[in-house]
């Protein structure tokens, strides 16, 4: 079966609430993070199964004003049950993974 390259993004999500960001069997290479406010955004990125956390990836990250970053997974397996989830404490970052299903 050939793989299939993929984007999820995610521009809309409730404040301090966890969201599925990708929730699919697949394998990530990045995620980039894009803070279109002009304060700092603080981030958590996590895996989780079935409702239960299996690994926080990104703990309280600062965000700083007006920024990007990039992290590279170079193979984050998301399977079965799985899915990665963001939060953040205010509105305003944007999200992008890249990979293949």
């Given amino acids: 079966m050939a793989?299939?390259?993929?984007?999820?993004?995610?521009?809309?999500?409730?404040?301090s609430t966890w969201t599925d960001f990708v929730n699919e069997p697949s394998t990530l290479a990045s995620i980039m993070m894009c803070n279109t406010t002009a304060g700092v955004v603080v981030v958590d990125v996590?895996?989780?199964?079935?409702?239960?956390?299996?690994?926080?990836?990104?703990?309280q990250y600062n965000l700083s004003a007006n920024d990007t970053q990039v992290f590279d997974l170079r193979s984050l397996n998301?399977?079965?049950s799985q899915s990665l989830q963001i939060q953040?404490?205010?509105v305003?970052?944007?999200f992008i993974a890249s990979g293949v299903v």
């Fill in 3 to 15: 793989l299939t390259p993929k984007n999820w993004t995610l521009n809309s999500y409730t404040v």
């Fill in 46 to 59: 996590r895996l989780e199964d079935a409702g239960s956390s299996q690994a926080v990836m990104m703990n």
């Fill in 78 to 80: 998301i399977t079965g």
């Fill in 88 to 90: 953040a404490d205010t």
């Fill in 92 to 94: 305003g970052v944007e």
